[in-house]
């Protein structure tokens, strides 16, 4: 009977993981990207672009959109505007409302600062028909030479408005999270009042490669909700275990579990060692798989002095003793309880219901089912 208690406990510690494991499964199984690149759906409508539409001074000297990457190569010129190139990607009022991370694996010859632009249409507040309507959501990134992946939380973006010159002029927090984009745009690019700066570098070849551009969604809420409800359950059962050790739950429970005990012809307890076989005897009589080995292994007594103690006091091996217990409770489960007599052997440590029968009527003169039905016998 405790194998099976054991095995339940255990269970019930696990139960978390039963619910995690094919929650996650499933929130990673249907949490596809939404991938603008490498793909067909957007790869006819990617252009590049620079500043010598507007009579800058920048120019774009490659520009090839392979099967798998995007290769830009061009030379940002100082001028008396912003200077700027970039590569542009038409994706006609994509709904992105469900995803949280745009990831962009991006490489450069040569490290420089990056613009990431998205161009979103919003509802009520933008035409179609005038660009200058959309709203900008921007994120600037440092791009190292070595290919990298870049992660960026669209939703705390910042709204960014321009005024004619292409100048960045006013930010507002992100509260409006691009939910149906029009463009994406990837550019280096530096205004024209920050032209002087020193460590900008103009008329240098420039070589960007992006390998992929995608949109994820996060899952924070639903994760977090699992570690919550972990949290709680193991709470509430860790709590449940400390309630039932104390006095007057447990305990009390487990002494009318074991009143047959009482019964017994023992005097004294006077004697430790008695003590402790009988403390034993009294936790562990109905398993299975109780022994004599198994009082050894609780008092540390030798199995020779345990028998020598057994018959000195009750004139019984150490067997007949775990019998006359067993026995003995299994006539009161009879008597007070509904349970089937097989139910009862194995309860009282009896795996062989045939066994039991036999060995019942051995000391009883009657089956259990006999001595059940009032035939008791002397």
Not at 64 to 79: A, D, H, Q, R
Not at 82 to 99: E, H, K, N, Q, R
Not at 194 to 205: A, G, L
Not at 288 to 293: A, C, G, M, T, V
Request: glycine residues 4%; hydrophobic residues 40%; positive net charge.
């Amino acid at each position: 009977m405790s194998r099976i208690t054991t095995i339940a406990k255990r269970l019930v510690l696990l139960i978390p993981l039963f619910v995690i494991i094919p929650t996650v499964s499933l929130l990673v199984f249907f949490n596809k990207p939404l991938t603008i690149f490498p793909g067909k759906d957007y790869r006819d409508r990617i252009v590049d672009y620079a500043d010598d539409e507007l009579g800058g001074n920048s120019r774009i000297i490659a520009f090839n959109v392979l099967e798998n990457k995007i290769i830009f190569t061009y030379v940002l010129g100082k001028s008396g505007i912003s200077s700027f190139a970039g590569i542009s990607f038409d994706v006609s009022l994509l709904d992105i409302s469900a995803y949280d991370i745009m990831e962009i694996h991006i490489a450069a010859t040569t490290p420089a600062h990056y613009l990431i632009n998205l161009m979103a249409f919003i509802e009520g507040e933008s035409r179609l028909s005038e660009l200058d309507t959309f709203a900008h959501f921007n994120k600037e990134i440092d791009v190292k030479a070595a290919n990298q992946v870049y992660k960026i939380d669209v939703t705390k973006l910042v709204k960014t408005e321009y005024d004619k010159l292409g100048r960045m002029y006013k930010k507002k927090p992100g509260n409006n999270r691009p939910t149906q984009l029009l463009f994406i745009h990837l550019k280096e690019m530096i205004n024209v009042d920050n032209m002087q700066e020193s460590s900008w570098s103009f008329d240098k070849v420039k070589t960007i490669i992006i390998e992929e551009i995608s949109f994820h969604r996060s899952n924070r809420f639903y994760y977090l909700l699992l570690v919550i409800a972990v949290i709680l359950y193991y709470g509430v059962y860790f709590s449940w275990r400390l309630l039932r050790k104390k006095p007057g739950i447990h305990n009390v429970h487990r002494k009318n579990r074991n009143l047959p005990f009482i019964q017994l012809k023992v005097e004294s307890y006077e004697e430790e060692d008695l003590k402790k076989i009988m403390s034993a005897l009294q936790e562990h009589v109905f398993e299975p798989e109780f022994s004599i080995h198994t009082v050894y292994n609780i008092t540390g007594q030798s199995t020779k002095r345990i028998v020598m103690i057994i018959q000195d006091k009750y004139d019984l091996s150490f067997k007949q003793l775990v019998n006359s217990i067993r026995l003995n409770e299994a006539k009161r489960l009879l008597l007070k309880s509904d349970l089937k007599i097989y139910d009862i052997a194995f309860k009282i440590g009896y795996n062989n219901n045939t066994y039991f029968c036999k060995l019942f009527k051995k000391h009883f003169g009657v089956t259990p089912k006999e001595y059940r039905s009032g035939q008791m016998g002397e």
